[in-house]
């Protein structure tokens, strides 16, 4: 028997999965997915950055970005997500001593078919997340590249079956009623939608400076 590889992680990325609770779940989507289609409709100032910033889809993030603040449905959303936040943090081991994490924005991200979310950042910010209102079977996940890509050097390519720590890219599916947390700086896009039902998702930053 060989002995025990001599090798271990540093440097680890941390990817938070969970759902919220199971009494209710659905009955809240609905009401978020009502309001994020009414919003839509009522948000001329967001259609228009849309249209040449997030062709196809609708995005509040350039009118709207603070629904925390303007709607209770969101403001219940934020309540609910306080506690994996937290659980999230303490994973990572952030000291937060003096200050808490705040959530900073929150905004509405509908994609048609053929709308993509080009591969991105968060800047300024220390944690962010998504959480799924509607995904219809076949939609695109969350797709997060490995942070040491760029650097890279002279390395051979990854086994298909490699495990997804060792993957350069790692997609998260989509699914109402899940959350997906990560650090501000990982970078991650959206493929194009591919099926005729809208995607819906909430996206969201949490300062802590």
């Not at 992680?9 to 938070?16: M, R, S």
């Not at 989507?29 to 948000?43: A, G, K, P, S, Y």
């Not at 609708?58 to 709207?64: D, E, F, I, K, R």
Request: positive net charge.
């Amino acid at each position: 028997m060989l002995p025990a590889m001599p090798a271990r992680a540093l440097f680890p990325t941390l990817v938070y999965e969970a759902r919220l609770p199971p009494a209710g779940w659905r009955t809240f989507n609905q009401r978020l997915l009502h309001e994020c289609l009414q919003t839509r409709e009522d948000d001329v100032a967001g259609q228009r950055w849309s249209a040449t910033r997030y062709p196809g889809g609708y995005t509040s993030y350039g009118s709207l970005c603070r629904m925390h603040t303007l709607s209770p449905t969101f403001a219940a959303l934020e309540r609910k997500l306080r506690r994996h936040v937290r659980a999230y943090a303490r994973a990572l081991e952030l000291d937060l001593e003096g200050r808490e994490l705040a959530m900073t924005d929150c905004w509405i991200n509908i994609m048609p078919r053929l709308v993509v979310h080009s591969l991105h950042l968060h800047p300024l910010s220390t944690l962010s997340g998504t959480y799924y209102v509607q995904t219809p079977r076949g939609a695109p996940g969350i797709k997060f590249e490995d942070p040491r890509l760029d650097r890279f050097m002279a390395a051979p390519p990854r086994k298909p079956d490699c495990r997804p720590e060792h993957q350069p890219w790692v997609t998260v599916p989509a699914t109402a009623g899940k959350l997906v947390l990560f650090e501000s700086w990982l970078r991650h896009e959206v493929p194009p939608n591919p099926v005729e039902a809208e995607r819906v998702s909430i996206s969201f930053n949490y300062g802590w400076f």
